[in-house]
């Protein structure tokens, strides 16, 4: 009998904390015993897993003190090897640094997988403490791993060619599997709020995920502003929350831009893809990705992406390998992909004028707008591009 531990940082509604949910579903569907360990479980969180979900602390970082955090990065591994033991977990799976960096501290015997999910020479250009550990652990720490899934190509050549990961030969390149079957059954659950439902019934561009510097944000809102007037009935919607500092940038952004009336926060929700099947664009404007989940989501609801250049990988969800270059435009199967955004810095940005790479933006938004050919293409590649994501090949891989 396998017994497994699923290790994540928070329970928020997450591209890593989605993932960690597909995988609790699946492997318990396969009468595995399956505990999902949250680092920090919050008051809000979306994500839950009942009675098998075990928190380290339920006290955000942001609320220790600097001596505290510190204190709690010494005693994780040590709670984590006494809940493996207790247990008596045959196999350990962690999503992202943090939880990586924890579980390879335990030194337990099970099988111990790692996933990475970005480019970390990206993400890790900015100085901090937790920054310089990962940088450290992928010369050391990952040793203790016997697999590093990289869940693109693009990642796994990043780590080697940019951040000196020194094991080589433990990682392995699988795609993030997928539920395709209930995210479509979710998409089809009607709205239930008036309010929310006539939102949706207008032309909405969507933003899923996070408020931080890495998916960058103000970039869509900027594009947005250039083609709003051309739409009487074009709205913007942000299903999502996360840094209070870029929260407030986007809503001062707004205000300067005379959008109020067209740009619309729902927050978190349970089911974000019921939102996201009414809406006629995704759109991602993020710095950098590793390969993010709302692509596969949103060609799952049938809905086309206009994404920033923001990794190698976004290629790998986006097309089937025909791809049509047009101006500064990538046209494929399932949308456009735009120049990248990111200047080698992660911060809210000094100014507020337009770039040349948020009007190639406002391009791919105005061309999806403008022509229903673009939801007809994806339509027509859904099945094929949404094949590699299968939730049992991929699951069955992180344990073989």
Partial sequence: ????????????????????????????????????????????????????????SEID????????????????????????????????????DMANFFSSLSFTNEHKVASIHALKSVELINKSFFNTISKISYKSTYYFFDKVVCISDAIKKDLIENCGFAFKQK??????????????????????????????????????????????????????????????????????????????????????????????????????????????????????????????????????????????GIIELMSLGEMKKTDNLLETESGFITPNFFKGVLAIPNNDEITSEEKDFAHALELILSDEKYKQKLLLNKIELLSKFDLKIVTKAYLD
């Fill in 1 to 56: 009998m396998k017994k497994i531990l699923l290790i994540m940082p928070y329970g928020s509604v997450g591209g890593m904390e989605r993932l960690a949910l597909n995988f609790y579903n699946h492997y318990s569907k396969q009468n595995y015993e399956v505990k999902a360990l949250k680092i920090i479980r919050l008051k809000d969180d979306i994500i839950s897993f009942g009675n098998d979900e075990i928190a380290l």
């Fill in 171 to 312: 990682l392995k390149v699988i795609y993030n599997p997928h539920d395709i079957e209930n995210i479509e059954f979710l998409s089809n659950i009607p709205i239930d709020s008036e309010d929310e439902k006539q939102l949706f019934n207008n032309d909405v561009i969507v933003f899923l995920g996070r408020f931080s510097f890495q998916k960058s944000p103000w970039h869509l809102i900027k594009a947005f502003s250039l083609i709003e007037k051309k739409h009487q009935n074009l709205k913007l919607v942000f299903i999502g929350d996360g840094d209070s500092n870029v929260e407030s940038y986007l809503q001062d952004l707004i205000l300067k831009l005379k959008i109020s009336d067209k740009v619309f926060f729902l927050g978190r929700k349970s089911n974000p893809y019921q939102y996201l099947k009414k809406s006629k664009i995704l759109a991602l404007s993020s710095n950098y990705e590793g390969t993010p989940n709302v692509i596969v989501e949103s060609i799952a609801c049938e809905v086309p992406v206009v994404s920033s250049n923001c990794t190698d």
């Fill in 61 to 96: 970082f942001s609320e220790m003190s600097s001596s505290q955090r510190l204190k709690f990065y010494f005693k994780a591994p040590m709670m984590i090897r006494k809940i493996i033991k207790e247990n008596q977990i045959t196999h350990s799976i962690s999503f992202g």
